[in-house]
Structures are given as structure tokens and as C-alpha cells.
């Protein structure tokens, strides 16, 4: 369990969950949170079969209420000779949203593939937010030291998520993601499948017995 402190404020706890174990009043919690965020872009069946499958699933508490959830798979793919970090899906109740919590939620994910010692992360996504905030992510690691650098390989999937997800189109902070963003239509259901693949600093990562 990691407890989170915004502001010197409020005080929200997140937990890595097997989901398969979840009570039905966590289930309905999540559900709730998740459709009034996405509005018409998701059902129950959507929301449900984002939850099943993960190889990590964290749940974020206000109290006793769940209020954000996120998914990792950790996969190997035809065209990878090893595993990487898909990560799955991730949301934050519009009631918490702009206190950074969705930045915890992608810290966390990536935390645990470096200690598996995977070095490619990938999603898919129409949202600009979530490359940028992958990116800054990354970004403070290499700051830090914990890899020693990244690049980023973005391709449009023509129709991938079947419609728009969200109603309204939030921006990044980097105008340069904004247009690459804006270039798809969203009505058609077009997506960014986001590769990332990074240069792991080998005597930081617990994946290669480092002392991280």
C-alpha cells in the first residue's frame, strides 16, 4: 500500500488488487466512477473486461471509496523476443482529477516493469494527456539517473477504439502532442498504439540486481 499526500492535503492510498477478488461494491465503485468520467465513451462490459486479465492492477482509495483504478499485462508479442509492460487501461474519477493522481498511477506502472527489468512500455490511447504524462514520467528517470535515456515510436490505428472515448479533448502541456492528437478523428475511433523503449541504467534497476 502506498499512501498518497496531495498538497499537505488530502490523503488517498493505493493498493495493488487482485481483481478477480474485488467485492461487488468495488466493482459497482469502479464502474460508476468510470462511466460519469468517460460519459458516453464506455459501458459496464468495457469498464468490467478493462479490470479482468491484468498482471497488475492498482485501485486508488478516498477513505474507504474506490476512485481510480489503472492495469498493467505483461506480454510477448510475435514481434518482441521478450516481455514488455502493456499498459492496459487507467482512469481517475473526474471528482480528482488535476491533483496528480493520474501520474502516480502511470509512476507506479513503470516502477514495477523497471524491477521486472523490462525496458518497453507500451498503450494505446486517443488522449494527449497520456503521452505526455508517460513522457514526463520518463523524462525525471533519466533526470534522476534511473535509465539513461528513451525514445518513443507513435502509430495511428485507423478506428481502433471504435468511436470517440471522451467528450471533451483535454491538452497536454506540449503543443507539438496537441497536434499530433488532433490530426485523428476521433468519431471514427482513431488511436495512438505508444511504444516506448528505454535504456535501463542496470545498476538501478532490480531487474539486473541493482540497489533501487
Known sequence: MIKLSIG???????????????????LDEIVNFTI??????????????????????????????????????????GNYAERIAYLSAAVVSSEFQGLGLYRELVKERVDVALDLGLHIITTKTQNPLV????????SR?????QITGYSIDRKMLPGTFGRKLTENFKESKDKTINIAY???NLD?????????????????????????
Request: proline residues 1%.
Open 8 to 26: 499537505g492535503g488530502e490523503i488517498f492510498e493505493l493498493k495493488s488488487e487482485d481483481s478477480s477478488k474485488l467485492s461487488r461494491k468495488t
Open 36 to 77: 460519469n468520467t468517460f460519459q458516453s465513451g464506455m459501458t459496464e462490459g468495457e469498464v468490467l473486461n478493462h479490470i479482468k486479465g491484468n498482471d497488475l492492477f492498482l485501485l486508488l482509495y478516498k477513505g474507504e471509496n474506490a476512485i481510480g483504478f489503472a492495469g498493467s499485462k505483461y506480454i510477448s508479442p
Open 131 to 138: 503521452e505526455f504524462t508517460i513522457r514526463e514520467d520518463l
Open 141 to 145: 528517470r533519466v533526470t534522476e539517473g
Open 182 to 184: 488532433r490530426s485523428l
Open 188 to 212: 471514427r475511433g482513431d488511436g495512438y498504439y505508444l511504444t516506448f523503449y528505454l535504456e535501463l541504467n542496470k545498476e538501478k534497476v532490480k531487474g539486473f540486481g541493482g540497489g533501487v
